[in-house]
């Protein structure tokens, strides 16, 4: 299984990012996806995450100003980040939970890629 994850960079306070990843899965096969992120020094938190029903959770500190849509095809997860801030800043790893049979799960990652808020 792989997750291709795109995006991220450097932008100033208050500008936008997309992050994407897609996973080499069927959309019937994927529980759920999203993203954590890792600043410096701190533990991996979640950021947002949408089942295979379309659900979205967000983490208090992110909501309404992340959005994490997916495309039709189901195996795609967009991380879209508006109005950034510095302690937004961090690496975001994209992650997909795939049913594995009799109730379990197995999780994936993705790559980090880098996100730097800064002026």
């Known amino acids: 299984v792989q997750l291709q994850a795109s995006g991220g960079g450097l932008v100033q306070p208050g500008g936008s990012l997309r992050l994407s990843c897609s996973v080499s899965r069927n959309i019937s096969d994927i529980n759920d996806m999203g993203w954590y992120r890792q600043a410096p020094g701190k533990q991996r938190e979640l950021v947002a995450v949408?089942?295979?029903?379309?659900?979205?959770n967000y983490a208090d500190a992110v909501k309404g100003r992340f959005t994490i849509p997916r495309d039709n095809a189901g195996n795609t997860v967009v991380l879209q980040m508006n109005s950034l801030k510095p302690e937004d800043t961090a690496v975001y790893y994209c992650?997909?939970?795939?049913?594995?049979?009799?109730?379990?799960?197995?999780?994936?990652w993705g790559q980090g890629t880098l996100v730097t808020v800064s002026a």
């Open positions: 949408i089942s295979s029903g379309g659900t979205a």
């Open positions: 992650y997909a939970r795939l049913r594995a049979g009799g109730g379990f799960f197995d999780r994936y």
